[in-house]
């Protein structure tokens, strides 16, 4: 879809999510988004309500635990300030890495992540810490106010039911592509 235009119907948004013209104007409308018959929907108005509903109104600062490869990669990533979040803090424990620089951030002491969680009003986090270290891991940041922590370590973390927990398990990911590649055998052979 261009990035130019001025508005975009709802059976190019069904296209582009691929589902019905019908649903995607069911699920605008839940938003309170109405299009104009013929025209579409107003395209930087719909990016404003979506966001508004996503609660990406604000810039969300977040935080880093782990500065190894996955670590570092998720701090180049430049398209988390294209969706309102921006890295205030890297930590780790390897004394090789803290006082080096990921894009422009030094790689702090886990032990700095209490002033820097409060200085910075953080409530996200992201382990990307080896399966051993993260639930210690989550746990200081939970003590430290992390409300919210999107998980990158192969293994399951327990922190209290306040505390929002996202598994993100690329060997799962890729085992479900997998799954879904074998459904499909006529089109590989092509």
Do not use: W
Not at 26 to 49: A, H, I, P, W
Not at 72 to 80: D, I
Not at 85 to 92: E, K, N, R, S
Request: proline share 4%; aromatic share 6%.
């Amino acid at each position: 879809m261009a990035d130019n235009l001025s508005t975009v119907s709802s059976a190019n948004l069904a296209e582009a999510a691929n589902v019905n013209p019908a649903k995607v104007r069911k699920d605008l409308s839940y938003l309170g988004s109405n299009g104009t018959r013929g025209v579409g929907y107003d395209r930087m108005q719909l990016c404003f309500e979506i966001r508004g509903h996503l609660g990406l109104y604000h810039e969300s600062p977040i935080i880093i635990m782990g500065a190894g490869n996955l670590g570092s990669a998720l701090a180049n990533y430049s398209e988390f300030s294209n969706s309102g979040f921006y890295v205030v803090g890297i930590y780790d424990l390897d004394p090789d890495r803290i006082g080096t620089a990921i894009n422009g951030q030094k790689i702090r002491h886990i032990h700095d992540l209490e002033a820097d969680v409060s200085t910075h009003g953080v409530t996200i986090g992201v382990i990307t810490t080896p399966p051993e270290a993260a639930q210690e891991t989550a746990e200081r940041m939970v003590a430290a106010g992390i409300q919210s922590i999107l998980n990158f370590a192969p293994t399951v973390i327990h922190v209290a039911e306040s505390v929002n927990v996202r598994r993100v398990d690329l060997s799962t990911e890729l085992q479900i592509l997998s799954y879904y590649r074998g459904q499909h055998p006529e089109e590989q052979a092509s």
